[in-house]
């Protein structure tokens, strides 16, 4: 099994620290060995990511922090900065160094530096960025570190939104980059259905190094995807993957209680290898995460949680459902609910401000 990890890394809106604590609690016991905090809504690890933290932030980092150790997890911060590939001038340096030390403050394990979700078509664009993770790594205390580039996938759809990306991208990238830097790739698609041994080997061949995969599942962010719960247990990832990847970490639901039912599924995926069954796995899953009522119901309701989509779910079929999972007292039921009522809505507008 490769070392598993939780990236909390959507868009919409954020978890509360609360709902953190418990899913360490939950997914530490089970196998999960770090928490990288990189929510798209945390705008100072983001598009405003050169302004330091307040006083009261850095507290609150520390103390979840040092929970995550107590259940045996790492825990990481990804720093995305915005821009500093385009002007990465002494006034950026000095502003990174500052926020290194921040998060040193914090006591970070480790430190991914993030490059997604930011327009990638510069021609030396490989080399720029190497520069600011050299720099990066030679100011902080982390003991491991972390890189997702520009490009973390073949698919069309990045260089659509980000500009085409510059000729051997991927291979500029690996090389340029020191070998103990874990690089994050997510697989043949942004959201992979499936991610073989044989596109792994690929990967490894053209990074000059064996991935870290980063797991666009369950992740239900974007407008279209918020539309559903994705519950069920991982298909379209095979134990043998574990030996042609260095870890593989998952980008969480937004629902962060009921995330924990796929997400507990995937050791399982490990350790069983070819004795696993994705709906058997579910009920194990969902009977240790949410008790043995609510995850009866999830599962006589999973057509219409996961495979409708709000939109085509009629108002009365989503009051009845509603109103079922009201009277059970859990986070997870709560969150159905909330779901149901539209309170997890992603709009065009968050992807493009957050």
Same mark, same amino acid.
């Given at each position: ?141 982390? &003991? ?134 994705? &709906? ?28 409708? &989509? ?45």
């Amino acid at each position: 099994m490769p070392e598993l990890g939780i990236i909390e890394g959507y868009f919409g809106r954020s978890w509360s620290w609360d709902d953190r604590a418990a899913i360490v609690a939950t997914l530490a016991p089970a196998g999960y060995r770090y928490f990288h905090y990189a929510p798209k809504a945390e705008a100072k690890l983001r598009k405003q990511w050169i302004e330091p933290f307040s006083e009261l932030e850095i507290k609150t980092l520390s103390q979840f922090s040092n929970h995550c150790r107590q259940h045996g997890m790492r825990f990481g911060v990804g720093l995305t900065p915005f821009a500093a590939h385009l002007d990465f001038s002494a006034d950026v340096r000095a502003g990174m160094k500052a926020k290194l030390a921040q998060l040193d403050a914090i006591g970070i394990d480790d430190l991914a530096i993030l490059f997604d979700d930011m327009d990638g078509d510069v021609a030396d664009l490989a080399q720029r960025q190497s520069e600011i993770i050299a720099f990066a790594t030679d100011h902080s205390r982390a &003991g491991a570190f972390f890189t997702c580039p520009s490009y973390y996938s073949d698919d069309p759809l990045l260089d659509r939104v980000f500009g085409a990306r510059p000729p051997n991208y991927l291979e500029d990238f690996g090389r340029g980059i020191d070998p103990a830097v874990a690089i994050y790739w997510t697989g043949e698609e942004v959201c992979s259905a499936e991610i073989s041994p044989g596109h792994l080997a690929d990967v490894t061949q053209r990074l000059g190094r064996m991935p870290a995969l980063w797991d666009n599942y369950p992740v239900n962010d974007g407008p279209r995807m918020a539309q559903y719960l994705h519950l069920r247990g991982f298909t379209g990832r095979s134990a043998a993957a574990g030996k042609l990847i260095t870890h593989h970490a998952i980008n969480p639901m937004s629902q962060p209680h009921l995330g924990c039912i796929p997400a507990l599924t995937l050791p399982m995926l490990y350790r069983k290898g070819g004795d696993y069954c994705y &709906g058997r796995a579910f009920l194990e899953a969902a009977t240790k995460a949410v008790g043995l009522d609510l995850a009866a119901m999830l599962h006589a309701d999973m057509l219409a949680l996961c495979d409708s &989509g709000l939109d085509r779910l009629s108002e009365a079929r989503k009051a009845k459902l509603a109103v079922r999972y009201t009277a059970l007292d859990h986070p997870a039921a709560r969150e159905v609910v909330d779901w149901l009522n539209g309170g997890y809505a992603i709009t065009g507008e968050m992807l493009q401000t957050q």
